[in-house]
T-cell receptor, first 114, second 112 residues
């Protein structure tokens, strides 16, 4: 079974631009979560989607948004990029959202904002 | 608000040693605890998942224990190898469902 895939793997943007990252969960998994990892703040939860609905949201500004499609694939968008948005963005999938399951992570997208 | 702490922040040991990594959490109302491994610049690899009703889980040379009432977990690595060098992260889920709250990690270096 293929693991969680994320595209692109690396991205360089300039301040003020916007960016869209994509995540394809493990086949059959319906819950997708996003995390931001920085050296200063560590791993922080962004949001979780299940059945195309956002179930949970972390403490990030409204510039960070996401969505999930009917095939469970998810995208996250960051608008008006700031230097502090440079980070490794990780996506995780799990089978369900009605129980708390083991989560499996993708390789991440490394975003650099210049 | 759940907070997760990992001690030590970094550890360097000679090959073959047994070692223990520690994780503590402030809110004992957790559903499960996961240990992950992260290699530099890479994603997270799940090592062990312990449900809140369990006391320990084992996989190969790894053993993780959970004491929910005291808010502690340990990851025991037996007969360490240079390939075990990585950052080890623990994370818990609680009332917020699949939301994982992570510790800052322990950077492990195993010297050959």
């Amino acid at each position: 079974k293929a693991g969680v895939t994320q595209t692109p793997r690396y991205l360089i943007k300039t301040r003020g631009q916007q960016v869209t990252l994509s995540c394809s969960p493990i086949s059959g998994h319906r819950s997708v979560s996003w995390y931001q990892q920085t050296p200063g703040q560590g791993l922080q939860f962004l949001f979780e989607y299940f059945s195309e609905t956002q179930r949970n949201k972390g403490n990030f500004p409204g510039r960070f948004s996401g969505r999930q499609f009917s095939n469970s694939r998810s995208e996250m968008n960051v608008s008006t990029l700031e230097l502090g948005d440079s980070a490794l963005y990780l996506c995780a999938s799990s089978p369900r959202a009605d129980t708390v399951d083991e989560q499996f992570f993708g390789p991440g997208t490394r975003l650099t904002v210049l | 608000k759940q907070e997760v702490t990992q001690i030590p922040a970094a550890l360097s040991v000679p090959e073959g040693e047994n070692l223990v990594l520690n994780c503590s959490f402030t809110d004992s109302a957790i559903y499960n605890l996961q240990w992950f491994r992260q290699d530099p610049g890479k994603g997270l690899t799940s090592l062990l998942l312990i449900q809140s009703s369990q006391r320990e889980q084992t996989s190969g040379r790894l053993n993780a224990s959970l004491d929910k009432s005291s808010g502690r977990s340990t990851l025991y690595i037996a007969a360490s190898q240079p390939g075990d060098s990585a950052t080890y992260l623990c994370a818990v889920t609680g009332r917020d469902g699949n939301k994982l709250v992570f510790g800052a990690g322990t950077i492990l270096r195993v010297k050959s």
